[in-house]
Structure formats: C-alpha cells, structure tokens
C-alpha cells in the first residue's frame, strides 16, 4: 500500500491538483498491489500481502471520493465508489476469517493453561478437556466460511465486474474526472471544509457512544448490542484519517486510534464466533463451558480495546485543519 506523503500544503492551491495526485496515487497503488496478486499465484503469504495493499487502495481511494464528491464528477464518483466498497467486503472476508480462527485458537490455547480460570463446580478440569472439543468445532465451522469467502473471492476477481472495476481505476490512474468549478477553487476553501465535515461526523459519532467499564454509567459487560456503534466510528475515523492523507496531513494519531478499533472490531467478532458455536445443538457441556469462558474472554478485549480508544482519541487534543 502506497504511503501518503507529508509535505505541507498549501490553503492556496488548487483544490482540483490536490485531490487529483492523492487520487492517481492511491490508483497507482491499486493496480500495483492487482499486479503483485496475480503474481502471487498460489503463494498464501504473497497473496495476502497483495490483497492487502487492495483493499488498502480501494478504502483510499472510495472514502476520498465520499468525502470530496462535490470536486469530482458526481455520477462517476458516486459508480466507482460503489463498486471500490463492494470490492474491498469481498476482498476481506476470506483473511478476517483465517485471522479469526487464529485469534480465537491462541486464545483457547491461553486460556486451557490458566490457573485463574477455574473448573465450574462439580467439573474439574473442564476448560482443558472442553478446549480441545471446542477448538475443533470452531475450526470446522471458520474453515468452512473461510473456503466459501475464498470461492466468492475468486469468483468476484473473475468476473466482468472486477474487470470493470480495474479498468475504471487504470484510467484513475492518469486522469480524474473534476467538477470544472470546484476543483479551480483553493484548497482551504474548498477540501479543508469538506475534510471537517467528515471530522464533524466521526466527533458526533464518538459523542455517542456509551460509557466503558469503569464508569458509573457504564452498561452491563457483555453489551454486543453496542459494537454496531462502535464500528461505525470505525469506518467514520478511517474516513476522516483519509481526508487527512489527502490534504497531507500527520495521521499517526487517527492511525493509533485505529488500530484500536481493529482490535475492537476482531475481538467483537471473535466473541461472536464463539457464542455462535456455543449454539450448536447436542453440543458437550464442558464443550459448552470453554466456548463461554471463551466469549467472555474475548468480550474482556472489546472492552480493553475501547478504553484505548479512549486513551489515544479522547484525551488528546483534536488536530487543527489547515
């Protein structure tokens, strides 16, 4: 995935040359990273990294056209992100699987060894024996979804779509369609009001979120309910750190508080993963048992997760547009 540069820019340049190199960039690094894919083969470790820089290309460039549509040809803009948004799910499901079962296996494993997880009365030992059975189950029904994200993968690179896709973000690459008024204008009139008002909605968004743990007002432990809200900020933040990239600015704090809402969003999901096995019918109890230490365990990094959130993103002061 391409680095955004850093150089300072300036509030008099034009909004339309801006915009445009961090778009044909982000093009650049698209069609770079579908090369190294293709190349990859069946090499997983490649491919990966490939898919990666992908998605990483796509998210860039489909949130910058969100964010300056005004500067942009509408109707193609508002096409191409579509299809960008469509792509990078598709792209990601098949890792965030693979990711998950790793995340979910370590933790059994972790967790099977704890002394400070007792046996549930009557049960001795049953983490380590349930573990085992658990682990199994788990990694049947993630390799499963893994194999059909894989197929949906593979299907989606094949298909004329894609194709599309690639050939609207070649010719990205070169040329930007503009709005022939808003891009002539400067950029601290046109695209650091734009880029505030995506800043305005991940601030709005944050606002609401509800207390952590720790707090008197804090709702009970396992409030999946909540997580929705906190992957909209998510998405929100990754938007608003991209209007920042465009317009060079220093993204290492967005960066931080990202990074802390991944480990949300994975720990969310693992948590998930696991209630969703503990549902399996005619299952063992002491199967059933490690599945639950095993959600509450991860339900425990959820909540870390949005205290650091909190850390990097809340007691800091917010970065001043230019």
């Known amino acids: 995935m391409a680095q955004p540069n850093h150089d300072p820019i300036t509030a008099t340049a034009d909004a339309g040359d801006v915009l445009g190199t961090y778009l044909r960039s982000q093009a650049t690094a698209f069609l770079r990273g579908l090369r190294l894919h293709e190349e990859s083969g069946a090499a997983a470790a490649e491919g990966s990294d490939a898919a990666r820089s992908l998605r990483g290309a796509a998210r860039r460039i489909s949130g910058s056209l969100a964010t300056f549509r005004v500067v942009t040809e509408s109707s193609w803009a508002d096409g191409l992100r579509t299809e960008l948004v469509w792509l990078s799910s598709t792209l990601a499901d098949e890792h965030a699987y693979a990711a998950r079962l790793a995340r979910l296996m370590d933790a059994l494993h972790r967790l099977s060894g704890s002394p400070e997880l007792p046996a549930p009365r009557g049960t001795a030992g049953a983490l380590t024996v349930g573990s085992a059975r658990a682990g199994a189950l788990l990694e049947r029904q993630l390799t499963l979804a893994r194999t059909r994200a894989h197929s949906a993968t593979l299907q989606a690179l094949g298909s004329s779509r894609f194709h599309a896709v690639a050939d609207a973000v070649a010719v990205l690459a070169s040329e930007v369609p503009l709005d022939s008024v808003a891009a002539r204008g400067r950029v601290g009139d046109v695209l650091v009001p734009l880029a505030e008002v995506a800043e305005n909605r991940l601030s709005a968004a944050v606002a609401a979120l509800p207390p952590c743990r720790g707090s008197e007002a804090a709702p009970s432990p396992y409030d999946a309910d909540h997580d929705g809200l906190w992957h909209e900020v998510r998405r929100l933040l990754r938007v608003h750190r991209y209007a920042r990239e465009a317009l060079g600015e220093d993204v290492s704090r967005p960066a931080a508080a990202g990074e802390a809402l991944?480990?949300?969003?994975?720990?969310?999901?693992?948590?998930?993963?696991?209630?969703?096995?503990?549902?399996t019918p005619r299952i063992a109890p002491a199967t059933a048992y490690a599945l639950g230490v095993l959600h509450a365990d991860q339900r425990h990094e959820v909540e870390a997760a949005r205290l650091d959130f909190q850390h990097v993103w809340l007691r800091e002061p917010a970065v001043t547009p230019r």
């Open 262 to 279: 991944d480990r949300h969003r994975d720990a969310a999901e693992a948590a998930a993963a696991s209630a969703t096995a503990a549902r």
